[in-house]
């Protein structure tokens, strides 16, 4: 089993900043994966960034940026220029053939 440890969720005016951080800890061996997803009310779980070939969604490229200390088993998601739209509870996601999450943080885009 794998543990996955959020923090950095808040409310931030459009333009701001927010950094979000992912602490995996357990049965971690091997080749691993790790991500950022993002849920709206009534919409499914999305994809944001990914650490495993560095994905971006193309809603967010060129304002996040998604950063790895794999000594650690941290990743960290760094987003800048906030908009409305960026609204949502954020997911952690850790993937070594399995699939584990974080408990989600809120994040909340308003002026």
């Known amino acids: 089993q794998v543990q996955l440890m959020e923090s950095g969720g808040g409310l931030v005016q459009p333009g701001g900043s927010l950094r979000l951080s992912c602490a995996a800890s357990g049965n971690i061996f091997g080749i691993n994966v790790m991500g950022w997803y993002r849920q709206d009310p009534g919409n499914e779980r999305e994809l944001v960034a990914s650490s495993g070939s560095t994905y971006y969604a193309d809603s967010v490229k060129g304002r996040f940026t998604i950063s790895r200390d794999n000594a650690k088993n941290t990743v960290f998601l760094q987003m800048n220029n906030l908009k409305p739209e960026d609204t949502g509870v954020y997911y952690c996601?850790?993937?070594?053939?399995?699939?584990?999450w974080g408990q989600g943080t809120q994040v909340n885009v308003s002026p």
């Open positions: 996601n850790f993937f070594d053939g399995s699939d584990y």
